[in-house]
């Protein structure tokens, strides 16, 4: 079992450009979360789907940020614009079953907006 | 609003030792309570985790005790080695994952 997929695993770009960070959950599992995590704020569920459908997006910051999950075995997270305060760790993890089991998170993606 | 409070921010115990990391939980319709344990550059990686219908569970040298009535749960490693330096993070579930702050715990050979 590969476990979670993230790609890329860092990220540099400027401000006001679109990034889009990609997550591919283990197979078989039916839910999938998005985190961010930063010093000051720590590990924040930014949103999760369940059956690729959204149910909680109410951790998204921002108009700025939207995430889709196209099928089973496919996540993305867009940010556009980037901002310099967008500048975190983001995680994905997957489970059997909303949480209520144990998640598996990926390696995380480092972004940088410069 | 902090969901899940988690102390002390860190914690520096010698090797041998026991290390204790405490949480506090407010909403009563958690259900499941993971420890997770995180090295620099990786993901959180489930440590043990407990239901609230048991008051302890024991892994290997990691034990968490729960008390349900003080809505509190703690993460205690026992004989503490420089490999478990890492920062570990409590949580909290009924449906989707709040965490605590973290605790980064250093283990002194």
Request: charged fraction near 20%; hydrophobic fraction near 35%.
């Amino acid at each position: 079992d590969a476990g979670v997929i993230q790609s890329p695993r860092h990220e540099v770009t400027e401000m006001g450009q679109e990034v889009t960070l990609r997550c591919k959950p283990i197979s078989g599992h039916n839910s999938l979360f998005w985190y961010r995590q930063t010093m000051m704020r720590g590990l924040e569920l930014l949103i999760y789907f369940n059956n690729n459908v959204p149910i909680d997006d109410s951790g998204m910051p921002e108009d700025r940020f939207s995430a889709k999950m196209p099928n089973a075995s496919f996540s993305t997270l867009k940010i556009q614009p980037s901002e310099p305060r967008d500048s975190a760790v983001y995680f994905c993890a997957s489970s059997l079953n909303r949480g209520r089991y144990e998640q598996y998170f990926g390696p995380g993606t480092r972004l940088t907006v410069t | 609003q902090q969901q899940v409070k988690q102390s002390p921010q860190s914690l520096i115990v010698q090797k041998g030792g026991i290390s204790i990391i405490n949480c506090a939980y407010e909403n009563t319709a958690f259900d499941y309570f993971p420890w997770y344990q995180q090295f620099p550059g990786k993901g959180p990686a489930l440590l043990i985790a407990i239901r609230p219908d048991v008051s302890e569970k024991k892994e290997g040298r990691f034990t968490i005790s729960f008390n349900k009535s003080a809505k509190q749960f703690s993460l205690h490693i026992m004989d503490s080695q420089p490999g478990d330096s890492a920062t570990y993070f409590c949580a909290a579930s009924r449906g989707d994952m709040r965490f605590g702050a973290g605790t980064r715990l250093t283990v002194k050979p």
